[in-house]
């Protein structure tokens, strides 16, 4: 048996999640913390290594919200078991890769492990929540993105001291995860249960969730995916070119611009978990409008900061800039609220797809004219969070 508290929530099944979402995170940052020494090795150009993140996202974007939709008709408990073993085979394939093409099709093994990896996931967070769902997505995203900024540490404390071989020594943290995969799968059965029991309960009480009307349900699904695409795309202009803006314009060395980059990304681990419990407090709308739009003034300063007042400022940037994520996945299940798969594979998947194609056009960009303006473009991109005005106000029930 788990242990739940008071409201339902089952702390122990959440950090696992968390943890092994901390897993499939960080092996895949893995991939942009390796891009130094995979554009040393293979004399890549910029627009070659926003393809590899484009080949990646695709591959983890296209399948998930397929899968989304089938395990909403047929719960697949253990199918991130699966996503997982994708992610093992790709990483030592990485390890092993002898040439670009070769390095495209690892991506892409990883990737497709990530597009399964999520959507169940997701599913079981929405479950061992109870009556807390932003401390649930909270936890489950803290994970995500601490291990994300994992990625650049082991880059710089493993990757550049023993090459691109030492790629092969991870897949032991994905054989981890599978036996945790496995324990949490075994435990769904119990979590839907009480999920299902929960939301009759609402219902007798008259707290079922409002049925949203359609043309609701299409304008904010709209408006979220494309305030999520904005996000990702200024987020992903920090994992792919980062490092080299650092070497760059303030001549640093490969392993202390990865840790920057490092600091950079735990920053959005705090920022996730504290989107997350401010929006079970003060709502989604507000958490979104003040995450998407409130980083603006910093991104225009950026460009033009010093190295310490950079990374002062990309530590605020991300840490409000992903506060976001959390409000923003639980709005999109209270506007379909029978659609857990879909919405988790929709928001992992489509708004990843997306961002790869972005961090492919940047690349082109900063071949073109230098990374430097790169950042001086992006720094415009939170303006689009003056969309969140468009966005259906809904009654913030718990479910």
């Known amino acids: 048996m788990t242990i739940a508290t008071r409201s339902g929530t089952h702390l122990a099944i959440l950090v696992v999640l968390g943890l092994t979402h901390l897993l499939n995170d960080m092996m895949q940052s893995l991939i942009p913390a390796a891009y130094p020494i995979l554009k040393d090795a ?66 892409t093994l990883i990737g497709i492990g990530s597009s399964i990896f999520h959507p169940e996931a997701t599913r079981m967070a929405r479950y061992a929540a109870g009556g807390r769902q932003g401390l649930a997505q909270g936890i489950f995203q803290v994970g995500g993105q601490a291990g994300g900024a994992l990625g650049p540490v082991f880059a710089a404390l493993v990757l550049v001291p023993w090459g691109q071989p030492s790629l092969a020594w991870f897949a032991v943290s994905a054989l981890m995860a599978m036996m945790l995969l496995t324990w949490i ?33 299409a304008i904010g699904i709209v ?63 507000r958490i979104i409008w003040i995450s998407v739009l409130g980083p603006l003034p910093l991104t225009l300063i950026l460009p033009y900061a010093d190295l310490f007042w950079t990374g002062v400022l990309t530590i605020m940037i991300n840490l409000i800039m992903a506060s976001a994520f959390a409000s923003m996945l639980i709005y999109a299940m209270d506007l379909l609220p029978n659609r857990i798969g879909l919405i988790g594979g929709l928001f992992y998947g489509l708004n990843f797809g997306l961002a790869g194609v972005s961090a492919a056009f940047l690349g082109v960009l900063a071949d073109s004219y230098g990374v430097e303006t790169v950042y001086r473009i992006c720094s415009f991109l939170p303006l689009a969070g003056l969309l969140t005005w468009f966005l259906p106000r809904i009654d913030e029930g718990e479910m």
């Open 42 to 107: 293979y004399a890549l150009d910029f627009a070659q290594i926003g393809l590899i993140t484009l080949t990646f996202q695709i591959a983890g974007s296209l399948l998930q919200p397929l899968i989304g939709m089938m395990t909403d008709r047929h719960p697949a408990p253990y199918s991130p078991v699966v996503g997982m073993m994708f992610t093992l085979s790709g990483l030592v394939s990485l390890a092993l890769a002898t040439n670009y093409l070769m390095i495209l099709v690892s991506v």
């Open 223 to 285: 408006v979220l995916i494309f305030l999520m695409f904005i996000k990702n795309t200024y987020s992903e202009s920090f994992r792919s070119f980062y490092t080299f803006y650092l070497m760059d314009r303030f001549g640093l060395s490969i392993p202390a611009a990865q840790m920057m980059l490092f600091i950079f990304l735990l920053a959005a681990a705090f920022g996730v978990l504290m989107g997350g419990i401010l929006g079970d407090r003060i709502g989604r709308y």
């Open 185 to 217: 799968g075994s435990k769904q059965r119990q979590i839907s249960a009480e999920f299902a029991a929960m939301r009759a309960v609402g219902s007798r009480r008259g707290a079922e969730v409002t049925r949203h009307a359609p043309q609701t349900i």
